[in-house]
């Protein structure tokens, strides 16, 4: 039996999944965490098998938390399952340590071959997604302009987007104010933004944030 952690902000996402695993025989959603801070305390008690991720939550999220429960829990299998259909976000999520990758308009049944192969220590990318991704390592001129930010420029910059300051990134992502004032102002020059609006109104027409 797959032993599964659900992580999503919205409770109907995961009543939805719920009742779809619920009619399998082979995986049982054993918990469920609406941020990370939840996530780390559940794995802290438990034993899983798989962690399916949404990116985007309250708190510490994204990439840096995938990053961090790989380090934390070296055995537990991630499986992301986001809004976000673009390579970028995919490479930085396989990169940060999850197996794999999926996105919440796919089918019932590829979420759970997903779940099944990457449970298993499989890895798993939508086909469709997979092609992006093949184009995206070897065609440069093909990438967003935020595909040229660094993983932590990244983190920053999808903060920002999200009306964090300053002192909360660094807080959440346990750096100096100082280090994330360097961040953003590296970022905001690659990206060619003059303000904050333009940072934002980037992240929300390239569907970054919710």
């Known amino acids: 039996m797959i032993k599964l952690l659900i992580a999503d902000d919205h409770a109907i996402v995961r009543s939805g999944l719920k ?3 619920a009619l399998t025989t082979d995986i049982e959603v054993e918990a469920e965490a609406n941020n990370g ?15 399916l991720l949404d990116l985007t939550m309250p708190g510490i999220c994204g990439t840096d938390l995938v990053a961090r429960i790989s380090v934390q829990f070296p055995n ?6 986001s809004m ?21 308009d796919s089918s019932p049944d590829k979420l759970l071959s997903a779940i099944r192969k990457v449970a298993n220590g499989g890895r798993y990318i ?25 993983d932590r420029e990244y983190e920053v910059f999808i903060r920002l987007a999200t009306g964090m300051g300053v002192n909360d990134i660094a807080a959440q992502l ?31 027409d390239s569907n970054l944030i919710n």
Do not use: W
């Not at 537990?76 to 399952?81: D, E, M, N, R, T």
């Not at 976000?84 to 919440?104: M, S």
């Not at 184009?135 to 001129?141: D, K, L, M, R, T």
């Not at 905001?188 to 980037?202: G, P």
């Open 19 to 21: 009742q779809l695993i």
């Open 37 to 51: 801070a939840e996530i780390q305390d559940l794995l802290r008690q438990g034993d899983y098998d798989c962690l």
């Open 76 to 81: 537990l299998k991630i499986l992301v399952l």
């Open 84 to 104: 976000h259909n673009e390579a970028q976000v995919a490479a930085r999520a396989i990169k940060a340590g999850a197996l794999g990758y999926i996105t919440k």
């Open 126 to 150: 939508d086909p469709l997604l997979a092609e992006e991704l093949a184009f995206y390592a070897i065609s440069p001129e093909r990438r967003s302009p935020h595909a040229r930010l660094t």
């Open 174 to 204: 346990a750096i100096s104010n100082k280090t994330v004032s360097t961040h953003k102002q590296r970022m905001m020059e690659k990206m060619n933004f003059i303000n904050i609006s333009d940072l934002v109104r980037y992240a929300v």
